[in-house]
């Protein structure tokens, strides 16, 4: 009786200082990473918590590791938002979108040639920088827009992204977001161009973050002192 009741302190003992996570069991996790909910992101690094394993995504965002299955796995690209995100039981396959981290610099590091997002998607998200325009040259926003980007047309007061096919609907107008926020078209105008510090244009699977409001694109504005926030 008393071996036993030594054996079991023994096993207890062992237990506790077992390595976190030593108690799940191994399974070959695969994944994609993406952004704005559909872009693709490579060479984002996902290690595993429990055994420090890591590997890169590939240009598709997929990726493969050797993990537990209540394991927990960082992701990490140097101009998005680090994440964790713990596996539940029984799952094999995840899907984690990455966030971008506010500020010019880490857009162009996200598109630059060493960047995470391929050439092929790069298209899907334009910039205008107060770093590459001055904007307070022109007297309308409309003005500071127009020509710059690829696919963007301009008539009056009416921005389509979609091209020449879209123009004389009223349903293809673009989404204007000021600051991070839904703006009607009266506002979008009043903006004065000297307040202008970034123009982003979303097409396609970039603008999707916005729901079927962002479906004929998005026009994105940073305003200097971000007076819509």
Do not use: H, W
Not at 137 to 159: E, H, K, Q
């Amino acid at each position: 009786m008393k071996l036993n009741v030594k054996l079991m302190l023994l096993m207890l003992a062992i237990g506790l200082f077992l390595p976190e996570g030593i108690c799940g069991q191994e399974l070959l996790l695969r994944g994609r990473v993406t952004t704005y909910d559909s872009i693709p992101l490579m060479n984002v690094e996902v290690t595993a918590k429990s055994t420090g394993a890591e590997v890169v995504t590939d240009s598709l965002g997929k990726f493969a590791l050797e993990c537990l299955n209540d394991d927990k796995l960082i992701f990490n690209a140097k101009s998005f938002k680090r994440k964790t995100v713990n596996l539940k039981e029984d799952e094999t396959f995840l899907d984690v979108n990455l966030e971008l981290k506010e500020g010019e610099r880490y857009l162009e590091l996200a598109l630059g040639p060493d960047g995470y997002i391929r050439e092929a998607d790069k298209q899907k998200v334009s910039t205008i920088n107060d770093r590459k325009v001055d904007f307070s040259m022109y007297s309308t926003i409309y003005d500071a827009l127009r020509g710059r980007v690829a696919g963007v047309n301009i008539v009056g007061d009416i921005v389509y992204i979609r091209g020449q096919t879209t123009i004389g609907s009223g349903d293809a107008e673009a989404l204007f977001v000021v600051d991070g926020v839904i703006v009607s078209k009266f506002v979008f105008s009043s903006i004065p161009t000297s307040d202008i510090q970034n123009i982003r244009v979303l097409k396609g699977s970039a603008a999707s973050i916005y729901g079927s409001r962002g479906g004929n694109g998005v026009i994105e504005v940073d305003t200097k002192r971000g007076k819509f926030k």
